[in-house]
């Protein structure tokens, strides 16, 4: 019996710890990742940026729903959408 599906979450799992980037609406609840960078327009990278979300800055997501997170950066605790979440990638 092959079980694709189950075999399938573990490689992901396997590529997210090998460095694979994944948007931070895909990032599980309780993991810690870090940011490798920011996609958008200059004035929404230069806001993320003074919220703390630069490369390399350690991002713990303590809830999510649907793909919009709540977020713990440098002390502080964001909520964010899933449209921005999906402009912050991650290792």
């Given at each position: 019996m092959d079980n694709t599906i189950g075999s399938?979450?573990?490689?992901?799992?396997?590529?997210?710890?090998?460095?694979?980037?994944?948007?931070?609406?895909?990032?599980?609840?309780?993991?810690?990742?870090?940011?490798?960078?920011?996609?958008?327009?200059?004035?929404?990278?230069q806001h993320l940026a003074e919220m703390g979300f630069v490369q390399g800055s350690s991002v713990q997501v303590v809830s999510r729903v649907s793909g919009d997170v709540v977020v713990k950066v440098k002390g502080a605790t964001f909520a964010l959408n899933r449209d921005i979440a999906m402009k912050i990638v991650t290792c």
């Open positions: 399938g979450r573990v490689a992901a799992q396997r590529e997210v710890r090998s460095g694979a980037q994944l948007p931070l609406s895909m990032v599980n609840e309780g993991e810690t990742v870090s940011v490798a960078r920011v996609r958008g327009k200059q004035e929404l990278r």
